[in-house]
């Protein structure tokens, strides 16, 4: 169903979980304006809480966090972060709902499940939630029973594990050695805990990496029932992620065998019956994702595709991204300066962009496009998008349809390439992003 097109893949796109971009972040927003965010918020709001911590480091990752191996250092971020937690509660109007939690890292299994169970005690005291859909991040290879019996005691509906692959030469490969019956072992313990949503994240374009093995990768979760699937393309920035230096780039996919791979596994997990969220993302029908994705509902934000209604994001913990409808705000980066910030009652927001009226028309756009493969376009974006687009539609990967803009099934490995024409801040983006399959 797709067409190799490498020219229009060339130039790497962000993925887009907001607009503007992290990239486009800078000093000119601190403390006092998210607290100007904060105090304006009003409805449904969700959090995410970041957990920095893992007991081993896998060398493809290019997220905020460091090895739990230092009780003290562990010790001190969590006590930062209960103080962040109030300091936020304190600023947020009366009659706020908090309606979703979300826990990532890192690993949230990282820690304890006692000093766990009292994040979430913090979370229910400060914030009052009411029956809130809960969700975290785990690592098979640290989720032992007794994290098995706090999921169900708190009662976490949604759970994501980091699968990445089942073929043991190439976890190998990039340092994340797992058997498959550790990864069976922990699916049965999250659903005999009440998980109801369960999520796999898979790779391709690994170092190695054959179709044979991705296949027999998909085959596994199928049969295990992942109730939602990510299929990423490893994205090798060594430059920016320095613990990839590890990984044999020499023996990565090129750009065709990585967009064959993602060829293949779309079409892989919807002959399975998996309902195709997004170009890179699946879910099982009964799942809220794939219905959101159906009905139209879809939405995008810095946990990626969601169905999550809420115009409010408040990330909590050390390089958490918090979203407003006028703000994008991130907390300090390293976890020594978050915590002096908070032991001086400081809240730690010290970079982001506040988000113009241009911005969120642009944004509106951009998640259409990524979410339900069309968007009503303005004139004014039409006169400016358009030419840019013009190979796009020769290749027959996108259309108009009167003022919408329409990516066509061939279209959907491309909807980020896409996407990205409505974008007037991308610059140096060979340097920044990944590939966009």
Known sequence: MWTYHPELLAVPVPRYTSFPTAAEFGEGVGPADFVTALEQCEGEVSLYVHIPFCEKICWYCGCNTSVANRTQRVASYLEALHKEIALVAERLPQGVQVTRISFGGGSPNGISPIDFVRIVDALTLQFAPRSPVLSIELDPRTLGADWAEVIGAVAIERASLGVQTFAPALQEAIGRVQPARMIENSTAMLRAAGVTSLNFDLMYGLPGQTMAQLEDSLEQTVALRADRIALFGYAHVPHLIPRQRKIDDSALPDAQARFEMAAFGYDYLVSAGYVPVGFDHFALPGDAIAQAAVAGTLRRNFQGFTEDRAEVLIGLGASAISGFPGLLAQNEKNAGRYRMLLSQDRLPANRGVRRSADDRRRGTVIEALLCRGRARVAPELQMEAYPLLTPYMA???????????????????????IAARFDPYRKDSLRRFSSAV
């Open 395 to 417: 290749a027959g990967l996108c259309e108009t349809d009167g003022d919408d803009l329409v990516i066509r099934p061939g279209g959907l490995p491309y909807a980020r390439s």
